[in-house]
């Protein structure tokens, strides 16, 4: 058996660990929000907002940025049936609808005109992710919010490196939410960031994350509302930090490796990749190929064709409204037909030129 290409592993070097060693050896008592702190500052230096908050996961960012945003019982919330359920599971856990809608076919983004027609009296936002670092149509998104009084909210968790007319996913929304999975471009193991330019939304999550308690509150051991538990550790902040440090370089790493895919398959009939229209950078977290219908290529022949080579490619994501809990109101045929017939190729940071040819040689023989 061939060595396994990993599709993603994180990018972890000498000064990872020794941060991460530091804070583990002096980060506490006085010091145990130090690199946390650092991390925030670094974190919205780059992005470009006023606030970041770091939290354990992109998923719990969610979830107070929706309550803070007064999402609850009875609410619906409008997203793209083209995610990963982190997105939907904050909306369920307020009580609130989530109302899937169809991607357009060629950012395989959530497609504004439906996300409009969805839009009822119970909405209470718009949340636009920004797949596999490929950008929403952000200036039609704000539009209709203005237009209807709704927020739009983004899900960066793909999209670190990614910007719409210069401006930073995540930064242009009524916040913005990040993930440090262990499979994303910036990696803390498990983590992630909520981010606002709005200061009483930023100081309502600031609230919530820390159970409810107001940094204004005097009184010891006094939460003001019931709130979560989704801060971030100082060891994981740690490990952030020195991602950021490199942040250019992650990033830049996973353009070269989108390219050299891209590059290699120039030409070749029957096949589409992520796109990075005029005025938009795609910070490319995940190359993905999408085979034409006419080629006759199947998800599962994708599959099957890639565990042969020990080559470790991922379907696209599912429609949400396919999972019986969740469900559809709405037919997205887009959704359903991409994920049919596309794959995510190995984009690791360290993957090797020869890797990406044996990538390259499975695509090209199923073609
Ligand atoms: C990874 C991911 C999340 C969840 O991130 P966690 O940090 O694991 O909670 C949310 N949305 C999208 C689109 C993701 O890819």
């Given amino acids: 058996m061939k060595r396994r290409i990993p599709y993603t592993r994180p990018s972890i070097t000498e ?45 719990g960012a969610m979830h107070m940025g929706l309550a803070a ?18 997105t939907a599971a904050p909306i369920v856990h307020l009580g609130a609808t989530s109302v899937m809608v169809d991607i357009l076919p060629d950012t395989w983004c959530i497609d504004p005109e439906k996300a409009e027609a969805a839009i009822t009296p119970r909405t209470r936002a ?22 209807h009084g709704i ?52 100081e309502t999550v600031l609230t919530l994350s820390n159970h409810g308690r107001s940094r204004t509150q005097t009184k010891q051991f006094w939460p003001d509302m019931v709130g979560f538990k989704y801060k971030i550790s100082n060891v994981q902040a740690a490990i952030g930090c020195a991602q950021m440090e490199r942040i250019e370089e992650l990033v830049a790493r996973k353009r070269e490796i989108f390219y ?75 959704a359903h037909d991409i994920a049919a017939r596309a794959i995510n190729l190995p984009s690791y940071h360290d993957i090797l030129d020869e890797e990406i040819n044996s990538v390259i040689s499975v695509i090209r023989d199923l073609l």
């Avoid at 619906?76 to 359920?85: F, K, P």
């Avoid at 999975?181 to 939304?201: A, I």
């Fill in 69 to 86: 945003l007064g999402v609850g019982p009875g609410d619906e919330v409008i997203l793209a049936d083209t995610n990963w359920i982190a």
């Fill in 15 to 59: 000064k990872e660990v020794a941060y991460a060693t530091d804070a583990a050896r002096n980060g506490w008592g006085a010091h145990c929000y130090d690199y946390i702190h650092r991390f925030e500052r670094l974190f919205r230096e780059y992005v470009g907002t006023e606030y970041a908050i770091a939290t354990s996961s992109c998923t």
């Fill in 260 to 334: 050299a895919y891209r590059d290699a398959l120039e030409g070749v009939e029957g096949i589409s990749m992520n796109p990075e229209p005029e005025g938009t950078t795609n910070g490319f977290w995940m190359p993905t190929v999408v085979f034409d219908r006419e080629t006759g290529v199947s998800r599962e022949m994708l599959q099957e064709a890639f565990a042969r080579e020990n080559i470790d490619a991922r379907v696209f994501f599912w429609p949400l409204s396919d999972l019986p809990m969740l469900q559809g109101r709405f037919p997205t045929p887009n």
């Fill in 126 to 147: 718009i949340i636009a992710t920004h797949i596999y670092g490929n950008m929403c149509d952000m200036d039609r998104l704000f539009e209709i919010g203005e237009r």
């Fill in 151 to 202: 927020p739009i909210v983004e899900d960066a968790a793909e999209a670190i490196g990614s910007r719409w007319r210069g401006r930073h996913a995540g930064s242009m929304g009524a916040f913005g939410t990040f993930s440090f999975h262990g499979t994303k471009t910036v990696t803390t193991g498990e983590g992630g960031m909520f981010v606002t330019n709005d200061p009483e939304l930023y």
